[in-house]
């Protein structure tokens, strides 16, 4: 996909908020749960960003996780091995 194609959200921020940014390896492995107590759980950016990535690669190394990924396709009818998870597939 090119930048144009990309989708385009406006959301107002009050003083306090966090945003988190991150690529598929972050939302198909890790719950919104543990991204908010990620966020909330340390007292600076560095250490939400290496919770939230270890928790990512914990998840997604654990062959028995079920991940948001994993279970969204399972909903819609996709019977995915753990192996193509971890490859992206």
């Known amino acids: 996909d ?4 990309a989708d385009l959200y406006v959301q107002p921020l009050c003083v306090g908020d966090v945003i988190v940014a991150g ?4 939302w198909d492995n890790v719950y919104d749960s543990e991204i908010i107590a990620a966020a ?3 007292q ?3 250490g ?5 990535a270890n928790t ?5 190394s654990d062959p028995t996780f079920e991940s948001p990924y994993t279970r969204e396709a399972t909903k819609a009818g996709f019977d995915l091995p753990w192996t193509q998870k971890l490859a992206g597939m």
């Open 44 to 46: 600076n950016e560095v």
């Open 2 to 5: 090119t930048s144009d194609q």
């Open 40 to 42: 909330a759980g340390t």
């Open 23 to 26: 690529s598929d390896g972050l």
């Open 56 to 60: 990512a690669r914990a998840h997604a």
């Open 48 to 52: 939400s960003a290496i919770s939230l």
